[in-house]
């Protein structure tokens, strides 16, 4: 197989859809002698919002720490390799030929997902390079996740929101149980989440597991120091240590959790204070893009990816705390159509900005026209375009140097603005 032909070959396994369980996955993974098994120390993170950050934070400590360190994450931007690195590299797409190769005939009569076997494929070149530490982000849930095969040391939980709904069940409570399961006998674990309800869940798994449970705001405290475009800086303090000053070149403070995390897992982990910091001040060297990316000035042009009513508040909120500084706010986004999309755009329209609408590169979009008549229930006018190209294009032609352009939605959006050369 040369590459091109192990794309054509699992790009097309989407139309096996999202099938939950570990059966299919670990058949693949038995072909390889179970790599899950030789991930090195394994940090498996699940939560509605705000994996990528804790995900690309642990692997830019554990790189600067001097640990050969694999990250799994999805989906991807442009390129298929994105979601397979170590080290911040990604996977050779020779690899992926090979892997792929080997794992064609046991995918087609098991009828794996896409998802199924890009795990196998990630984990049997973690195990093949022998990386020391595996940062391993769920594609969806947890429980039946087919990252779900690894016994892992620390078991993170970042956020819980109302996302996946018809998959993960249509409470707070119902979500963070499928996304506790992620939780092991012995694990150590880690949450962001703060309501009662989400809670609840991840602590009764922890005790049945008997692992500890660290939680963000009573096992540490952050503060927001400063958040500008593209520098947060924080002071965070846990149980044994106290972390002034910390950088991370990021947008938004509702990263902070996520930072809290990171900084707990690592200091758990032994990390010194020294690689804490310098690996916070790398992290986009992991490859991690596209939450709230500054990519263009005058006008200033953000690329994001929230894509939930949870995620978009907090871009929103973000966005408004610099709304002094700008003339006007220019909003272009499109969805996947397993999203809330009424409430999405209730949180954009707090920006009182200018909207447009587009189609997404991929089959699940809500079409340009859906979106624009529900921009109308809601109350505002919405110019349509039939691609984010063409949209951005007319926004850049529009906007005015001191005018502010939000690209937000979708990761499938995002990707198709970065490979047209923004």
Known sequence: MTYQEALDFLYPLHRFGIKPG???????????????????????IAGTNGKGSVAASLASIFQSAGKKCALYTSPHLVDFTERIRINGNQIPRERVAHYCSRFRDAVIDNQATFFEATTAIA??????????????????????????????????????????????????????????????????????????????????RAESCQAPLFVVGKDSRCTVVSADPGKLVLEVKTASRYYPDLKAPLTGSFHASGVSLAVMVAEDAGIVSEHIYSGLER????????????????????????????????????????????????????????KDA??????LLRLECFFVVVNIPSERTVSAEALCSLCQKEGVAATVFVSGREGLAFLRAKAGADDLILVTGSFYLAGDIIAGGI
């Open 22 to 44: 570990l059966d299919r996955v670990r058949v693949l993974l038995d072909l390889h002698g179970s790599p899950q098994t030789q991930l090195g120390l394994v940090v498996h």
């Open 123 to 204: 984990f049997a070149w973690f195990a093949d390079e022998g990386v020391d530490v595996s940062i391993l982000e769920t594609g969806m849930g947890g429980r039946l996740d087919a990252t779900n095969v690894v016994d892992s040391v620390y078991a993170v939980i970042t956020t819980i929101g109302l996302d996946h709904t018809d998959w993960l069940g249509g409470t707070l409570s119902l979500i963070a149980a499928e996304k506790a399961a992620i939780i092991k006998k012995g694990s150590r674990v880690f949450t962001a989440v703060s309501q009662s309800e989400a809670l609840l869940p991840i602590q009764h």
């Open 283 to 338: 992290i986009l060297q992991t490859g991690y893009r596209a939450r709230l990316e500054l990519i263009g000035t005058y006008p200033s042009i953000f690329l994001d990816v929230s894509h939930n009513p949870d995620g978009m508040r907090e871009t929103v909120n973000t966005l408004l705390a610099f709304r002094h500084e700008y003339r006007r706010m220019y909003v272009m986004f499109g969805l996947a159509s397993d």
């Open 342 to 347: 009424g409430a999405v755009i209730r949180e």
